[in-house]
């Protein structure tokens, strides 16, 4: 159980290009989604929290218009990275948790997005 | 400010037992987890600690002190695909999940 799909795997385009990065928990309801971006050899590092119809709370220092964040539902989020730039190249992961105390975060497989 | 500690690094024998040690500082605690994150790929959920105490899944073990700030994976048997990082994290009071650097573990046959 607690699966978590996150589609693409990998995207490679040209640099101003905007580029959106799928979350589904596909056997549970997820009242929480994370979003991270993670360099190489570098740990998580969390870049927004959304909860199901309400706006994402973003950490400091990461923009809302250029990472834009989407919980439409209690299974889907969506990250849009905008007008993408090569210093955006990294390797992002989501999250999802159903709530509750003992709770893990469950992760998607990540995606590796390259910048051009 | 909030911080977790953990070694960069640690490097154990195939068939051996290491321990992973986190320790923490933290605006409260809600829990500690434990995850495995192999190169390349997203974390994995490997336990999960809010009372003292050790708590064991099979090869792997996890022991909380809350009055010390510390905790330890254990990992016993090792083998090869054990090779990866561990990454310990912290849930303060606001339920905001804390992470350390992650601790690289390198097994040699």
């Known amino acids: 159980g607690a699966v978590v799909s996150q589609h693409p795997s990998r995207v490679i385009c040209k640099s101003g290009t905007s580029v959106k990065i799928e979350c589904r928990s596909l056997?549970?309801?997820?009242?929480?989604m994370f979003w991270y971006r993670q360099f190489p050899k570098q740990s998580l590092m969390l870049m927004a929290t959304?909860?199901?119809?309400?706006?994402?709370?973003?950490e400091q220092g990461v923009e809302k218009d250029k990472f834009l964040i989407n919980h439409a539902s209690l299974t889907l989020s969506t990250l849009t990275v905008t007008s993408a730039h090569p210093e955006d190249s990294s390797f992002y992961i989501c999250?999802?948790?159903?709530?509750?105390?003992?709770?893990?975060?469950?992760f998607g497989d990540g995606t590796r997005l390259s910048i051009l | 400010g909030q911080n977790i500690d953990q070694p960069t690094e640690m490097t154990a024998t195939e068939g051996a037992i290491v321990q992973i040690n986190c320790t923490y500082q933290?605006?409260?605690?809600?829990?500690l987890f434990w995850y495995q994150q192999h190169a390349g790929e997203a974390p994995t959920f490997l336990s999960y600690?809010?009372l003292d105490g050790l708590e064991e899944k099979g090869r792997f073990s996890s022991f909380l002190s809350r009055s010390k700030g510390y905790s330890y994976l254990l990992l016993k048997e090792l083998q090869m695909k054990d090779s990866a990082s561990y990454l310990c994290?912290?849930?303060?009071?606001?339920?905001?999940?804390?992470w350390g650097a992650g601790t690289k573990l390198i097994i040699k046959p």
């Open positions: 994290a912290v849930r303060d009071s606001n339920y905001q999940l804390i």
């Open positions: 056997d549970f309801q997820a009242t929480t």
């Open positions: 999250s999802a948790s159903s709530g509750g105390d003992s709770q893990p975060q469950h």
């Open positions: 959304s909860n199901e119809g309400s706006k994402a709370t973003y």
């Open positions: 600690n809010v």
């Open positions: 933290t605006s409260g605690f809600n829990g």
